[in-house]
């Protein structure tokens, strides 16, 4: 895959990394045929989705939200630092992409924000952030801990881990009952973010 500008024709900076598969990519036009986007000769590197996502229609605003909280979590950690002049693209001293982590990492406090219902003013009521919980432990279990809603988000999207690496993550077993209410608190948590960023409800758009 060469390097270069163009839709498709080079690695997205959110797939640094990821699990991708490559394909080639078209839209729709209206009373026409698709337009293709991959230029020919090439294929885009899409991010391989976990199973619990890769039934989700494309438009479906829960996806969108899934890519985005992958993409601000790999750019906090695949930021480009400075280049060898010591400038950044402007021309101006490079932090080293400091001020360009800083800023994706405050969106992925926000997306924590808004699946567990917290103000998105960070100054407020701060002793009182309680996360949703997927999974909770009842009784103790050695090495078993409590699957909180949106680390189970972000460990379904940026690391594309199944339900059953999820659990074990956190030292549960594989059982369906707990598959499920992992499964659950994952697209609940991304429609419960959709919702807040104006979009539609889930089970409002199947009826």
Not at 36 to 64: E, F, H, I, Q
Request: net charge positive; aromatic share 4%.
């Amino acid at each position: 895959m060469r390097v270069g500008k163009g839709a498709g024709a080079r690695l997205p900076g959110a797939v640094q990394g990821a699990p991708v598969h490559l394909v080639e990519l078209s839209r729709p036009i209206p009373g026409e045929k698709a337009e293709r986007v991959t230029p020919v000769g090439y294929k885009t590197a899409r991010r391989t989705l976990p199973r619990l996502l890769s039934s989700l229609d494309p438009d479906d605003p829960r996806l969108m939200v899934a890519q985005q909280i992958a993409d601000a979590a790999e750019r906090v950690d695949a930021v480009p630092g400075s280049n060898f002049a010591g400038s950044d693209s402007k021309g101006e001293i490079s932090d080293g992409g400091a001020t360009t982590r800083v800023k994706h990492a405050a969106r992925l406090r926000d997306y924590e924000a808004l699946a567990n219902g917290w103000p998105l003013d960070r100054r407020k009521a701060r002793a009182k952030r309680v996360p949703l919980v997927a999974l909770a432990v009842r009784r103790r279990v050695a090495g078993r801990h409590s699957v909180k809603a949106f680390d189970a988000v972000r460990l379904a999207c940026v690391e594309c881990l199944s339900l059953d690496e999820i659990l074990r993550r956190h030292g549960w077993p594989a059982r369906m009952e707990y598959r499920n209410r992992v499964r659950d608190a994952v697209l609940k948590t991304l429609d419960r973010i959709a919702v807040e960023m104006g979009n539609t409800p889930a089970a409002e758009k199947t009826n």
